[in-house]
Antibody, heavy 122, light 102 residues
Framework: EVQLVESGGGLVQPGRSLRLSCAAS????????MHWVRQAPGKGLEWVSG????????DYADSVRGRFTISRDNAKNSLYLQLSDLRAEDTAFYYC???????????????WGQGTLVTVSS | DIQLTQSPSFLSASVGDTVTITCRAS??????LAWYQQTSGKAPKLLIY???TLQSGVPSRFSGSSSGTEFTLTITSLQPEDFATYYC?????FGQGTKLEI
């Protein structure tokens, strides 16, 4: 069974940094692109970032480009998101999601982790 | 950037009904559209991809179709577990969501 488990969320002050992790199991991790999607409380879904299967292609939403960094460690079956210069509007549940397609990225997300909550507040 | 406009934003229905949710793209996207279901407090779940391909394990009462830049999610014979929020998505863009309520 494919499992994605996020961790690293919490309460952080504006301007500070945080690193999210996503532990993957149940599939050949280095075959698939991976993504981060967030959801502010009571709001809709917002794609944040994606990384190719071997980590050579990175993609970001305009709202986070230059502040967030996605990475992966295929030896550890893990995905990361480094959040820097955090703002109140970054407050959200952050989900990691596996790309549905093997090899190339098709940007269909299945499955998703349970999410980790990041709260940016002083 | 492509924009996706879902309608309606809220939909009230009853168990056993058939409902349709529409997602309109601001430009052609060649059928590259997915639908997700999110129940309260849970992560989204992929229902349909490539506009009309049912994800494995998803009940056949869910179906997707397309006509040009207009995409449709249809749920027939609504079940209690279908009352949720539905999102369309194309690449890095999500629609704003449709909340299906009893």
């Amino acid at each position: 069974e494919v499992q994605l488990v996020e961790s690293g969320g919490g309460l952080v002050q504006p301007g500070r940094s945080l690193r999210l992790s996503c532990a993957a199991s149940g599939f050949t991790f280095d075959y698939y692109a991976m993504h981060w999607v967030r959801q502010a409380p009571g709001k809709g879904l917002e794609w944040v970032s994606g990384i190719s299967s071997n980590g050579d292609i990175l993609d970001y939403a305009d709202s986070v480009r230059g502040r967030f960094t996605i990475s992966r460690d295929n030896a550890k079956n893990s995905l990361y998101l480094q959040l820097s210069d955090l703002r109140a509007e970054d407050t959200a549940f952050y989900y990691c999601a596996k790309d549905h397609c093997s090899g190339r990225s098709c940007y269909w997300f299945h499955p998703w982790g349970q999410g980790t909550l990041v709260t940016v507040s002083s | 950037d492509i924009q996706l406009t879902q309608s309606p934003s809220f939909l009230s229905a009853s168990v056993g009904d058939t409902v349709t949710i529409t997602c309109r793209a601001s430009q052609g996207i060649s059928g590259y559209l997915a639908w997700y279901q999110q129940t309260s407090g849970k992560a989204p779940k992929l229902l349909i991809y490539a506009a009309s391909t049912l994800q494995s394990g998803v009940p056949s009462r869910f179906s997707g179709s397309s006509s040009g830049t207009e995409f449709t999610l249809t749920i027939t014979s609504l079940q209690p577990e279908d009352f949720a929020t539905y999102y369309c998505q194309q690449l890095s863009t999500f629609g704003q969501g449709t909340k299906l309520e009893i």
